[in-house]
C-alpha cells in the first residue's frame, strides 16, 4: 500500500512539474501564458518541450517609457 501511495504522489508531482516550469517562466507573459498553460494541462511533457524548443530564450524585451 506504501509503494502505491509513494507512486501515485510521484507520477502526480510528474503531472504538475512542467505547469510549475512554465508558470514561473519569464519568457511569456499574459495571454501567451494562459495558452501555454491550458496546453500543459492538457498534454504535459509534450507542451513542456515545445514551449522551450519555441519560445525566445531572452523573452520578451521591456517597453520603453514615454517621455
Known sequence: MTSE???LVGAICAYLL???????????????????LIGT???????LLMYFSIIPK??????RKRR
Open 58 to 63: 531572452q523573452g520578451m524585451k521591456p517597453k
Open 41 to 47: 494541462l492538457v498534454f504535459s511533457w509534450l507542451a
Open 18 to 36: 512542467p505547469i510549475g516550469l512554465i508558470s514561473g517562466s519569464r519568457r511569456t507573459h499574459k495571454h501567451e501564458k494562459n495558452a501555454w
Open 5 to 7: 501511495l509513494m507512486l
